[in-house]
């Protein structure tokens, strides 16, 4: 019964676009079918120059269009291909991971749309967080009613369209607020970054637990800036708790984006939590922020 119910989530998950679909080259584009551009000329729209020159004004409206999801399905693959099998039920579901825009202070603005695993809802969580510290400084949360709510794709992507529609007026005034003003354009790019005549990796570590309940699961992560003129610094280091619906099962970084008006990027890790019943299980998107100047011994 529990295959049965799964498999038709999943046919209805595929349906509105999460689920597998054929592995494509492993190069993520840029937005809009742009080329990558090269790590050291990533650069805000021409349209928002004033904003840069002047990043400490307030600015009633941000580009409130809905933003764009990164395309992070072909590394998916490559890092997390033992999740697949021959059973249905054997795959990832990816949450659609859209950047919205910066501030000069250091924050970093979001859409998170996780994956809807048996229930038939729309659930859409605005986030902004602070790269100085990884804290989020402010977050709203959506969740539509449930089974009755999505009977179709089409159900599915008005939902999503109607919750970001219905919180422009919220989101212009805590943008403004909190002074995130610039568009986070310039898609994703994989290290090493360069930077200022500098050249930047990550090194990620996950331990894993070898007894009890969650053996084999993550049991500490612990993530490692390294300059190739300045040293290292460690930007990362938790471990997880006891709860078993919070499983960490693998956990990998996907790339970077730098931002338009400080010295400042975001490492994006992809992180495989347990599914609600074990698989399909589940990939979310975490930020977390790299000063590329300070802090290296």
């Given at each position: 019964m529990k295959r049965h119910l799964t498999t038709l989530i999943l046919a209805f998950f595929v349906a509105c676009g999460g689920?597998?679909?054929?592995?494509?080259?492993?190069?993520?584009?840029?937005?809009?079918?742009?080329?990558?551009?090269?790590?050291?000329?990533?650069?805000?729209?021409?349209?928002?120059?004033?904003?840069?020159d002047q990043p400490n004004k307030a600015v009633r409206e941000l580009e409130l269009t809905h933003p764009?999801?990164?395309?992070?399905?072909?590394?998916?693959?490559?890092?997390f291909?033992?999740?697949?099998?021959?059973?249905?039920?054997?795959?990832?579901?990816?949450?659609?991971?859209?950047?919205?825009?910066w501030s000069?202070?250091?924050?970093?603005?979001?859409?998170s749309e996780p994956p809807d695993v048996a229930?038939?809802?729309?659930?859409?969580?605005?986030?902004?967080?602070?790269?100085?510290?990884?804290?989020?400084?402010?977050?709203?949360?959506?969740?539509s009613d449930g089974l009755a709510e999505l009977r179709s794709a089409a159900d599915y992507r008005k939902a999503g369209k109607a919750f970001w529609e219905n919180q422009k007026s919220m989101m212009s005034e805590k943008f403004n607020e909190l002074q995130v003003t610039v568009p986070a354009r310039g898609g994703l790019l994989r290290f090493p970054l360069q930077f200022e005549g500098d050249e930047l990796t990550v090194e990620l570590t996950a331990d894993r637990k070898k007894e009890g309940r969650m053996k084999g699961s993550v049991g500490r992560i612990q993530l490692k800036a390294i300059s190739r003129k300045l040293g290292s610094k460690v930007i990362l280091d938790e471990s997880g708790g006891e709860d078993p619906y919070a499983w960490l099962l693998d956990v990998a970084v996907v790339g970077y984006?730098?931002?338009?008006?400080?010295?400042?990027?975001?490492?994006?890790?992809m992180e495989v939590h347990r599914g609600f019943e074990g698989p399909p299980n589940v990939v979310m998107i975490r930020p977390i922020g790299l000063g590329l100047t300070k802090g290296f011994k």
């Open positions: 689920g597998e679909k054929p592995a494509p080259e492993a190069k993520l584009p840029a937005p809009d079918g742009q080329q990558e551009a090269p790590a050291e000329t990533i650069a805000a729209p021409e349209e928002n120059q004033a904003q840069i764009d999801s990164v395309d992070y399905y072909p590394f998916v693959r490559e890092a291909g033992r999740f697949y099998g021959k059973d249905p039920w054997d795959t990832l579901l990816l949450e659609r991971f859209s950047p919205i825009g000069a202070d250091g924050k970093f603005s979001w859409l229930c038939g809802c729309y659930t859409g969580r605005l986030k902004v967080q602070s790269l100085v510290t990884d804290k989020i400084v402010w977050q709203h949360n959506h969740n984006m730098k931002s338009p008006l400080e010295s400042r990027a975001v490492v994006l890790l």
